[in-house]
């Protein structure tokens, strides 16, 4: 399994970026992909999930109402809908993928590929 990130950029507090990650590798109808962030000196967050097959999604609390997760199974792409970014939101964001279809699974322990993560910088 391959994942590559990338959309990350540089932003103004209030504004909007949307994160890709495209997946390769093999099919996915049966795996959770779910994105993360580290910012500096912090430990790996979880952001949001999704299920592949259906769609299922979950977010940490910190983003609801201002973060999206999709997917677009026919390109292998899911993607993270960033709006009304705030400084704090500035980090590296990673996406990864794990076998099962539970989405509510949030530890960095329970992902088993990664992406190389694209960096959000949020100025105020």
């Known amino acids: 399994v391959q994942l590559q990130a990338s959309g990350g950029g540089l932003v103004q507090a209030g504004g909007s970026l949307r994160l890709s990650c495209a997946a390769s590798?093999?099919?996915?109808?049966?795996?959770?992909m779910g994105w993360f962030r580290q910012a500096p000196g912090k430990e790996r967050e979880f952001v949001a999930a999704?299920?592949?097959?259906?769609?299922?999604?979950y977010y940490a609390d910190f983003v609801k109402g201002r973060f999206a997760i999709s997917r677009d199974s026919a390109k292998n792409t899911m993607f993270l809908e960033m709006n009304s970014l705030k400084p704090e939101d500035t980090a590296v964001y990673y996406c990864?993928?794990?076998?099962?279809?539970?989405?509510?699974?949030?530890?960095?322990?329970?992902?088993?590929?990664w992406g190389q993560g694209t960096l959000v910088t949020v100025s105020s």
């Open positions: 999704i299920s592949w097959s259906g769609g299922q999604t």
């Open positions: 990864a993928a794990r076998r099962g279809l539970v989405v509510a699974r949030t530890l960095y322990s329970d992902y088993d590929y």
């Open positions: 590798g093999r099919t996915f109808n049966n795996y959770v």
